[in-house]
């Protein structure tokens, strides 16, 4: 448990860095200022890039949601690209998808393990705390969380992948899955 603990602080303060655009400071539309070097915990010689960070999705309403993104551990310019989404709704896909069904790590006590069923062997995983409110995702105003609905998060999902996609300019032309389970469906 205390790994899991660990794991989200370095999250936490990994997308603290990257919220700066909210409270005024400019950021880049770079993936590399989203790049996470190591996870506590993590063995030192993963293959693999792992990315971090918020997209904004209603800069009027501060609408912001987060993302957890993990190239393919084998030649990820060949591999498509799988788009993860909880179920609930209201089930976050950072801990319940990437860190206890198919990321590629599992808590282990102090560490975090090599998860040898990661779909990350064969695909570049992006997992998506949709709709604003779960996980890490938020949109500034309470009264803005009443507005969440199926119609409204398909829409805020929508605009999360063009901007996602001028992040990383280089998965727009693959193959894309959507992917999840439970709620996700709809």
């Excluded at 990257?18 to 190591?38: A, K, N, Q, T």
């Excluded at 551990?73 to 976050?92: A, E, F, H, I, Y």
């Excluded at 996609?165 to 959507?178: G, T």
């Amino acid at each position: 448990m205390a790994i899991a603990k660990a794991v989200m602080m370095v999250l936490l303060l990994h997308l603290s860095l990257c919220s700066m655009e909210v409270l005024g400071f400019p950021s880049s539309s770079s993936h590399d200022d989203d790049r996470i070097v190591m996870l506590p915990g993590q063995a030192a010689n993963i293959e693999f890039q792992q990315f971090s960070g918020y997209v904004s999705v209603d800069k009027n309403k501060h609408k912001n949601l987060f993302y957890y993104f993990v190239e393919s551990q084998t030649d990820p310019s060949s591999k498509p690209l799988v788009l993860w989404l909880n179920g609930g709704p209201g089930c976050s896909s950072l801990g319940v998808g990437a860190f206890s069904e198919n990321g590629p790590f599992r808590p282990n006590g102090e560490f975090l393990i090599n998860n040898e069923y990661s779909w990350n062997k064969v695909a570049n995983m992006l997992y998506l705390e949709t709709p604003v409110g779960v996980g890490f995702s938020y949109v500034n105003g309470s009264s803005s969380y009443l507005q969440i609905n199926d119609e409204q998060t398909a829409r805020d999902n929508v605009v999360f992948l063009q901007r996602w996609f001028n992040k990383f300019p280089q998965y727009k032309n693959r193959d894309l899955f959507l992917t999840g389970e439970s709620y996700a469906g709809k």
